[in-house]
């Protein structure tokens, strides 16, 4: 009685639907189907490279290289060799990687990565530690031309920003796209604004590098990064108040690697929600998206694209043509 009453009400509501041309179609397993059973099942990218050959390194990388008189292979094998020394830190990663539910090789990608082509060289976890300690002890703050930064955002240009975001990440990510849009290279208020991003222009204001510690991370990307973290570890969360606690974030391993975690979590989150796509089975990926930023945008720009599968840059190329080898570490 049931099942013809509904038949009945379907077979009403599909010729109600053809009178407006609404193109309504019936389910006898319900009234209609949802919309989420009519999406498309997520899509695993597959393992490897979608280039043959690796894309071009940048310049700068190879200026850097070039500067420390050694080739990529040795800034490659010197930076696993540190790997495999350090146990401690193996385990580490490991144990950080299993508590923001990532494989370890995305970790040992984007280190790998980050030394072989941004930095030149990579010291033991100690020294990390060491630095972390004395960049903690210095009298840092995240300003331009005398105005804190958290001062700056207070400006009615970033109230979207301030009303609107969920997490620090949607919230620092919205910062630097007012900026890029609204005061970078511009007057505003009678007041030249330099032309260098949101990270250069407040975020190192002693150093002449812009991303520190084993995953190279920007003051920046700790803050994006911090809800995050802070909400699957012991860790406090940090605001741009405290500039030296955001620096020894990025400096010491024992919290810098809960941000690269983040920051792999973060992208690989970004494509399956916006692109539909896995791509958690292809370290290359990961490791380009450490290298690039911005996975919520460029898995938009990817789904946009048409093409079949996200690629890697020069940086993820290099990790999948070695995978064997980084693999070997664990």
């Not at 540190?82 to 144990?95: H, P, Y």
């Not at 009298?139 to 031309?145: K, L, R």
């Not at 991370?217 to 990064?225: A, F, G, N």
């Not at 989150?269 to 791509?279: L, R, S």
Request: proline share 5%.
């Amino acid at each position: 009685m049931i099942k013809t009453w509904m038949r009945r009400t379907a077979q009403c509501m599909a010729a109600l639907a053809g009178i407006l041309g609404l193109g309504f179609q019936p389910s006898l397993s319900g009234f209609f189907d949802p919309p989420a059973a009519h999406a498309a099942a997520l899509r695993t990218v597959p393992e490897g490279n979608r280039y043959r050959t690796q894309p071009a390194i940048p310049f700068a990388s190879a200026r850097r290289t070039a500067a420390s008189q050694a080739t990529y292979d040795q800034k490659f094998e010197r930076v696993l060799d540190v790997l495999r020394r350090d146990k401690r830190l193996m385990r580490s990663i490991k144990q950080i990687s299993n508590r923001y539910s990532i494989d370890p090789i995305h970790m040992i990608g984007a280190i790998v990565g980050e030394h072989t082509y941004n930095f030149n060289s990579l010291d033991s976890a100690q020294s990390y530690y060491i630095k972390a300690l004395a960049y903690a002890g210095i009298d840092i703050s995240f300003s331009h031309g005398g105005e804190h930064v958290e001062e700056f955002v207070k400006r009615p240009q970033f109230e979207d920003c301030r009303t609107n975001s969920k997490t620090s990440n949607t919230l620092w990510s919205c910062y630097e796209k007012v900026w890029e849009k609204s005061f970078r290279n511009k007057t505003v208020d009678d007041r030249r604004f330099p032309n260098r991003n949101f990270n250069e222009t407040f975020f190192q204001p002693l150093f002449a590098g812009q991303s520190f510690g084993f995953g190279q991370l920007s003051p920046l990307t700790v803050l994006k990064m911090t809800d995050r973290v802070a909400s699957q570890s012991a860790n406090r969360k940090l605001d741009a108040a405290n500039a030296g606690e955001v620096y020894r974030a990025a400096m010491d391993p024992n919290i810098s690697l809960h941000y690269m975690a983040a920051v792999i979590q973060d992208a690989i989150e970004a494509y399956k929600t916006v692109a539909n796509v896995d791509i958690s089975k292809n370290p290359g990926l990961t490791a380009t998206l450490y290298n690039v930023g911005d996975p919520w945008d460029r898995a938009a720009a990817f789904r946009r694209s048409g093409r079949a599968w996200p690629r890697e840059n020069y940086y993820g190329w290099l990790v999948n043509d070695r995978l064997e080898e980084l693999k070997s570490l664990l």
